[in-house]
C-alpha cells in the first residue's frame, strides 16, 4: 500500500513561494501513474491544483497555471510543488496524491499553510 | 475552469436513501466518464468512494452507487448510516485536467 506524506513549511510570507514536496514509500515514483496535488483552504472545497508524471508534461489548473510548478524527484521517490506570488487566498490543507488511472485513490494526511506577514 | 454544481446539503434518516447530484458542462461530466466520488469526514484526507462513473473501490460498501446522465453525475447512498455522515465531492476530468464539486454536507438525522 502506497503511504504519502507532504512536508514543509506551515507559514509562507505574502509574495513569497509556497514550496512542498510529497515523500512516496511503498511504490516507485517512477511507476506510470500520474501524481497530484489538491488544496482546501479552512472550511471549503477541494481544488485540484495539478498533476505531474514522471517523465512527462505536468498539467495544471488554468487559474494556477502562471504562479504553479511541479516536478519529480526519483532518487529521492518524492515529488514537490511550487506557487509563487502567495497570498492569503493560497491558505489552505495541501494534499497530495497518486493517481491510478482516472481516478485518485491514495492521499497523503494533508498540511496546513498559512500565508501572513 | 469552472466548478461542478453540487447541493451544499443533504439529509436522510438512518436506513433511507438520499442521492447528491454534480452538474457540469458537455466538457466535463458529460464528456467523459471519469466522475469520481469522494467522502471527507472532518479533520480526514478524502476518501474515493466511485470512480469512473459507477464503479467501487475495494472495501467501498455496496450502498453506495453511482450513475450519470448527460451533464449531471449522481451519488446515491442507500440504507444510510450514522458514519456516512460527511462531506461529498464529485469530481470530473475536463481533458487534461481535473475540476471538483463545490462539496455536499450529508447528514443522518
Known amino acids: 500500500q502506497v503511504q504519502l506524506q507532504e512536508s514543509g513549511p506551515g507559514l509562507v510570507k505574502p509574495s513569497g513561494t509556497l514550496s512542498l514536496t510529497c515523500a512516496v514509500s511503498g511504490d516507485s515514483i517512477s511507476s506510470s501513474y500520474w501524481w497530484s496535488w489538491v488544496r482546501q483552504p479552512p472550511g471549503r472545497g477541494l481544488e485540484w491544483i495539478g498533476e505531474i508524471y514522471p517523465g512527462g508534461s505536468p498539467n495544471y489548473n488554468p487559474s494556477l497555471k502562471s504562479r504553479v510548478t511541479m516536478s519529480v524527484d526519483k532518487s529521492n521517490n518524492q515529488f514537490s510543488l511550487k506557487l509563487a506570488s502567495a497570498t492569503a487566498a493560497d491558505t489552505a490543507i495541501y494534499y497530495c496524491?497518486?493517481?491510478?488511472?482516472?481516478?485518485?485513490?491514495?492521499w497523503g494526511q494533508g498540511i496546513l499553510v498559512t500565508v501572513s506577514p | 475552469q469552472s466548478a461542478l454544481t453540487q447541493p451544499p446539503s443533504a439529509s436522510g434518516s438512518p436506513g433511507q436513501s438520499v442521492t447528491i447530484s454534480c452538474t457540469g458542462t458537455s466538457s466535463d461530466v458529460g464528456g467523459y466518464n471519469y466522475v469520481s466520488w469522494y467522502q471527507q469526514h472532518p479533520g480526514k484526507a478524502p476518501k474515493l468512494m466511485i470512480y469512473e462513473v459507477t464503479k467501487r473501490p475495494s472495501g467501498v460498501p455496496d450502498r453506495f452507487s453511482g450513475s450519470k446522465s448527460g451533464n449531471t453525475a449522481s451519488l446515491t447512498v442507500s440504507g444510510l448510516q450514522a458514519e456516512d455522515e460527511a462531506d461529498y465531492y464529485c469530481?470530473?476530468?475536463?481533458?487534461?485536467?481535473?475540476?471538483f464539486g463545490g462539496g455536499t454536507k450529508l447528514a443522518v438525522l
Open positions: 469530481s470530473s476530468y475536463a481533458g487534461s485536467n481535473w475540476v
Open positions: 496524491a497518486k493517481d491510478s488511472g482516472y481516478r485518485t485513490e491514495d
